[in-house]
Every structure is written in structure tokens, then in C-alpha cells.
């Protein structure tokens, strides 16, 4: 399967703790894009990014979050000091260079804050 | 601002009705793209379509067609004869033109159920 895979697919964290959500795009995919999405709510942007580079990130929360992909391995979205109100799935997707819109999106990846 | 309005939270039809998603935008660019995605039940979302501003013609994609009316600020989704397998959460989505890595912002989704 060459698609957009995102781990883990559940995760648990009681407040407090730090939460690591990791993305590998598609293979040939250079653009990577976080999502969140809330309990009966569309997705919201939050970041995109290219290799070693954070190109926009006007949809990510200004404290407490995190996001980068490193040359080598894959993207990581960082939560720290979750509070319940991070319980939602988060989606990566990522898309070839060049292509605006065409994201091809990864199964998500489901945090549940206690 | 740009918003991305799906009226329709649920819709519920029998195998083989056909079945209208509704998705009503509004933008200030007057260059844009038009998508929508499919999230089945088990989380991913598919790509179905894209559509620049510039061609309004109508497409058709096996039982997949949809409308866009540039004056209506709508972009409609219809199903020809659903099958259960339709079953899942539809988003409409937008975004401006022609920039690599511009957010796409979401509609809120419409959950179709198929029953058989």
C-alpha cells in the first residue's frame, strides 16, 4: 500500500501528557498538510509542510502544538500538555508538488484525551 | 472570507433512489477550485473530483455527476442509483486557485445512508 499512512491510529493520553502523531506521505510527495477534525465538524488546516520546512501555519494553535518533517523520516504533529479539548482525529495528507487541492489523505489518526 | 456551507447534515435513502448533496460557497477570489471527498467508514478521505472556476461544465463519472452554477455560488453532488456502498460522510471543499499548498477549507460534511 503506497498510500498516506499515519500512526498510531488511536491514541490515549490523560491531560498533561504529550501526544506524537507521525505521517509518512505518498511516495513521490514532497507536501505534507495536517488536519483536524472535531467531533461533527468538517476538517480545519492546520499546517503545511515541505522537507525541513514549515510553510504555513496560520491553522495551528499558537501554544502547545507543534509540526515538522525532517529530511529524513517522517512528519510529526507534537501535542503537548494535551487537555480535552485536543480529543479529535487529526489527518495528514500530503500532495505531489504543484497539484493545489489534490490531497490524498491518510486514514487519521484518533486521539481520546482523558 | 471564504466558508463552505453543507446544509444537510444527514440524508437517508433506499438503494437505488437517487440522492442531491447540497454545497454552497462563498469566496472573494474570482479564481478557485471546487472538490469534494468521500469519508467511508473507515476514516480516510477519497478524492472525488476537482473543479476550477473557469469551467462550469457539468460532469459525469459513472453514477457520480455534479452541477456547478457560478451564480448560485453551488457546486451539488448527485448519486444515480445509490448502493449501500455510498454510505459514508461527504465534504465539499474549497480553495483558491493555482497556489500549490493553499488550505482547502472544508464544509462540515453530509452523512448519507444507503439502506438496502
Known amino acids: 500500500n503506497a498510500g498516506v499512512m499515519q500512526n498510531p491510529r488511536h491514541l490515549v493520553r490523560r491531560r498533561g501528557q504529550e501526544a506524537r502523531l507521525r505521517c509518512s506521505p505518498m511516495?513521490?510527495?514532497?507536501?505534507v498538510y495536517w488536519y483536524r477534525q472535531l467531533p461533527e465538524e468538517g476538517l480545519k488546516f492546520m499546517v503545511y509542510?515541505?522537507?525541513?520546512?514549515?510553510?504555513?501555519e496560520s491553522g495551528m494553535p499558537k501554544e502547545r502544538f507543534s509540526a515538522e518533517f525532517p529530511k529524513e523520516g517522517p512528519s510529526i504533529l507534537r501535542i503537548q500538555q494535551v487537555v480535552r479539548g485536543d480529543s479529535a482525529a487529526y489527518f495528514c495528507?500530503?500532495?505531489?508538488?504543484?497539484?493545489?487541492?489534490?490531497?490524498?489523505f491518510g486514514e487519521g489518526s484518533r486521539l481520546t484525551v482523558l | 472570507a471564504q466558508k463552505v456551507t453543507q446544509a444537510q447534515t444527514e440524508i437517508s435513502v433506499v438503494e437505488k433512489e437517487d440522492v442531491t448533496l447540497d454545497c454552497v460557497y462563498e469566496?472573494?477570489?474570482?479564481?478557485?477550485?471546487l472538490f469534494w471527498y468521500k469519508q467511508p467508514p473507515s476514516g480516510e478521505l477519497v478524492f472525488l473530483i476537482r473543479?476550477?472556476?473557469?469551467?462550469?461544465q457539468n460532469e459525469i463519472s459513472g453514477r457520480y455527476s455534479w452541477n456547478f452554477q457560478k451564480s448560485t455560488s453551488s457546486f451539488n453532488f448527485t448519486i444515480t442509483a445509490s448502493q449501500v456502498v455510498d454510505s459514508a460522510v461527504y465534504f465539499c471543499?474549497?480553495?483558491?486557485?493555482?497556489?500549490?499548498?493553499?488550505?482547502?477549507?472544508f464544509g462540515k460534511g453530509t452523512t448519507l445512508s444507503v439502506s438496502s
Open positions: 495528507a500530503s500532495s505531489p508538488q504543484g497539484t493545489p487541492g489534490e490531497l490524498f
Open positions: 511516495k513521490g510527495h514532497s507536501h
Open positions: 509542510l515541505q522537507k525541513e520546512n514549515i510553510i504555513d
Open positions: 469566496t472573494r477570489d474570482t479564481t478557485y477550485y
Open positions: 473543479r476550477n472556476s473557469f469551467d462550469e
Open positions: 471543499a474549497l480553495s483558491e486557485f493555482n497556489q500549490a499548498g493553499t488550505a482547502l477549507i
